[in-house]
C-alpha cells in the first residue's frame, strides 16, 4: 500500500555558534528575515507542501520557540483594542498554522541524533525533514517537489543543488551515478568531504524525505565528521539496503545558516517588500556611493 508523506520533523536544537553572541540566549531559528523568524518560513512550505503534523526537536534555551506558535492572549486583546487588526491577524496566524508538537533533544549531538529523537513520533511512516538553515522560494514548494518524487518511486528522496567547488567542504555531498531529468541515483552521500575531494558538486541542502528505516541506522549512534551523529552518514548506509534518490530541486535557496547568507537574505527579502524596497534601495546607494568616495 503507498503511503503518502504526512509528518515533518524540523531539527532545532543546535547551539547556532555561527551567530553568537546572539543565540547565547535566544534561539537562531527566531532571528528574523525582515518580520518573521526563520522558522516560520520553514513551517509555511511544510504546510504549503500538504504536511499535517509537525514535530520541532528543540533544546536548551529554545521556548521562544514554542511561545511564538502559541496563543498570545494579552498581546491579542491588546491589538484588539487598540484595533490594529493587520497585526493581529499576523500574530494569531503563527499559531494556527499547523499541528506542532515539540520534543526535546537532551544533547546537541547533531542532526542524525535529532532526527533519531523523533522516531516515536514518526512511527512506520516515511517522513519529512526540512532544516532552517536553507529558505527556498519556489514555484512549486520544495518540500512538495520532493514529496511528488516520493509518490511516483516511494523511495527516501534527498533535495540537492549545485554549490561552487570551494563550498563542497561545508555540505553533504553526492557521488551519482545515473541522471533522469532532476532526479539522480546515487552511489554515495558523503558528509563534508575534505577540499577537492568532493564527488560532485550537488550539495545536499536541507530538505529530505526519508522511509523509516533509516531509523535502524541512527540507532546505531554512529560518531562521524565533526564528532557528531550525522544524517548523511545514516542515509548513506540507507542507500545500501534500498534506493535513495537525489532531486535537484527548483527554486532559489537562500542559506541564512551563516552570518554573510543570512544578511544577503534580508536584503533580498526587504526589497521585495513594497513598503520598504523604494527606501532601501535609496539607502544603498547612498552608502554605495560614500564607499567610493
Ligand atoms: P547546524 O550545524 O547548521 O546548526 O545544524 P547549529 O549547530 O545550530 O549551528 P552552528 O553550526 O553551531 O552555527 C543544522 C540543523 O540541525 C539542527 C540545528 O538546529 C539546525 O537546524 N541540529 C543540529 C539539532 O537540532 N541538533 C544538533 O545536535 C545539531
Known amino acids: 500500500m503507498k503511503k503518502t508523506v504526512k509528518k515533518a520533523i524540523i531539527p532545532a536544537a543546535g547551539l547556532g555558534t555561527r551567530f553568537l553572541p546572539a543565540t547565547k540566549a535566544m534561539p537562531k531559528e527566531m532571528l528574523p528575515i525582515v518580520?518573521?523568524?526563520?522558522?516560520?518560513?520553514?513551517?509555511?512550505?511544510?504546510?504549503?507542501?500538504?504536511?499535517?503534523?509537525?514535530?520541532?526537536?528543540?533544546?536548551?534555551?529554545?521556548?521562544?520557540?514554542?511561545?511564538?506558535?502559541?496563543?498570545?492572549?494579552?498581546?491579542?486583546?491588546?491589538?484588539?483594542?487598540?484595533?490594529?487588526?493587520?497585526?493581529?491577524?499576523?500574530?494569531?496566524?503563527?499559531?494556527?498554522?499547523?499541528?506542532?508538537?515539540?520534543?526535546?533533544?537532551k544533547e546537541p549531538k547533531g542532526l542524525g541524533h535529532a532526527v533519531w529523537s523523533a522516531r516515536k513520533f514518526i512511527e512506520d511512516e516515511p517522513f519529512a525533514v526540512l532544516l532552517g538553515d536553507d529558505i527556498v522560494q519556489a514555484d512549486t514548494p520544495c518540500l512538495r517537489q520532493l514529496m511528488n518524487e516520493h509518490e511516483k518511486t516511494q523511495a527516501s528522496i534527498i533535495g540537492v543543488q549545485q554549490v561552487h567547488e570551494d563550498e563542497t567542504e561545508r555540505y553533504g555531498i553526492i557521488d551519482p551515478i545515473t541522471q533522469n531529468g532532476r532526479l539522480y541515483q546515487v552511489r554515495n552521500f558523503v558528509e563534508k568531504p575534505e577540499s577537492g575531494t568532493a564527488p560532485s558538486r550537488l550539495a545536499i541542502m536541507g530538505r529530505y524525505i526519508l522511509t523509516p528505516q533509516i531509523f535502524m541506522f541512527l540507532d546505531e549512534q554512529q560518531i562521524g565528521t565533526g564528532g557528531e551523529i550525522q544524517l548523511t552518514d545514516a542515509i548513506q548506509k540507507l542507500n545500501e539496503i534500498q534506493r535513495v534518490f537525489a532531486y535537484d530541486f527548483d527554486g532559489k535557496r537562500y542559506d541564512v545558516g551563516d552570518q554573510l547568507g543570512f544578511i544577503q537574505t534580508t536584503l533580498e527579502f526587504a526589497l521585495q517588500d513594497e513598503s520598504l524596497s523604494s527606501s532601501l534601495l535609496a539607502f544603498m546607494d547612498r552608502l554605495i556611493v560614500n564607499k567610493r568616495v
Open 35 to 105: 518580520d518573521k523568524p526563520t522558522i516560520q518560513y520553514i513551517v509555511e512550505e511544510a504546510v504549503a507542501s500538504g504536511i499535517e503534523d509537525i514535530i520541532i526537536v528543540t533544546g536548551k534555551g529554545k521556548r521562544a520557540i514554542e511561545d511564538h506558535f502559541d496563543n498570545a492572549f494579552e498581546l491579542e486583546q491588546n491589538l484588539l483594542k487598540r484595533g490594529k487588526l493587520d497585526l493581529l491577524e499576523k500574530v494569531q496566524f503563527s499559531s494556527n498554522i499547523a499541528n506542532i508538537h515539540y520534543i526535546r533533544q
